[in-house]
């Protein structure tokens, strides 16, 4: 059975940058069937998609992120990561991975059961 | 960006009774719709994908329907587990968007 878990500082400093690693056991990122992907809760509000890792390696981001956001594989450790640069109190919020299923245009499951980052000033 | 507006915001409801939860596109995402549902303190699970599959393990009182602009959840009768917020996400158009959810709850 796939399992996700996040893992990573749930404390970062303001303009500083925040990385987290979710690591996938029960099967192997380099499935060329599946997405990795990265999505946000903040405290109390909804999901927002970040972004992931398609089977051949290419990534898409959500725009609204402005270029901040980077997700990289790690196949040796069957792991995936994303970086946000320059973070501010907005980036408060849950972290979750997930596989995306469906090849270039995804759904999603299973989830991790998410890391909290709070952004402190 | 697609923009997914779901109705109602809060749906109260008594065990044994059917729950109707509706998402709306702002353009047509064809099928390309998934249903979550996240219980208190828990990541997402998926329910449905394709606007009407079922996900792996998720009980037949649960179904989907919709295509285009329109989709409804609908659960059948229900059990006390089934309590929790909904959101449904489009997979149409990049980038993917969720809806802001449905909270399902006791009445």
């Known amino acids: 059975q796939l399992q996700l878990q996040e893992s990573g500082p749930g404390l970062v400093k303001s303009s500083e940058t925040l990385s987290l690693t979710c690591t996938v056991s029960?099967?192997?990122?380099?499935?060329?069937?599946?997405?990795w992907g990265w999505i946000r809760q903040p405290p109390g509000k909804g999901l927002e998609w970040i972004g992931g890792?398609?089977?051949?390696?290419?990534?898409y981001y959500n725009p609204s992120l402005k270029s901040r956001a980077t997700i990289s594989p790690d196949t040796s450790s069957n792991q995936f990561s994303l970086k946000l640069t320059s973070v501010t109190a907005a980036d408060t919020a849950f972290y979750y991975c997930?596989?995306?299923?469906?090849?270039?245009?995804?759904?999603?499951?299973?989830w991790g059961q998410g890391a909290v980052v709070t952004v402190s000033s | 960006e697609i923009v997914l507006t779901q109705s109602p915001g809060i749906l109260s409801l008594s065990p044994g009774e059917r729950a109707t939860l509706s998402c709306r596109a702002s353009?047509?995402?064809?099928?390309?719709l998934a249903w979550y549902q996240q219980r208190p303190g828990q990541a997402p699970r998926l329910v449905i994908y394709?606007?009407?599959s079922r996900a792996n393990g998720i009980p037949d009182r649960f179904s989907g329907s919709g295509s285009g602009t329109d989709f409804t959840l609908t659960i059948s009768r229900l059990e006390p587990e089934d309590f929790a917020v909904f959101y449904c996400?489009?997979?149409?158009?990049?980038?993917?968007?969720f809806g802001q959810g449905t909270k399902l709850e006791i009445k």
């Open positions: 997930a596989r995306g299923i469906g090849g270039r245009y995804v759904w999603l499951g299973p």
């Open positions: 029960g099967g192997s990122i380099t499935n060329s069937n599946y997405y």
């Open positions: 890792l398609y089977y051949d390696g290419s990534a």
């Open positions: 353009q047509s995402v064809g099928t390309s």
């Open positions: 394709g606007a009407s």
């Open positions: 996400q489009q997979y149409g158009s990049k980038p993917y968007t």
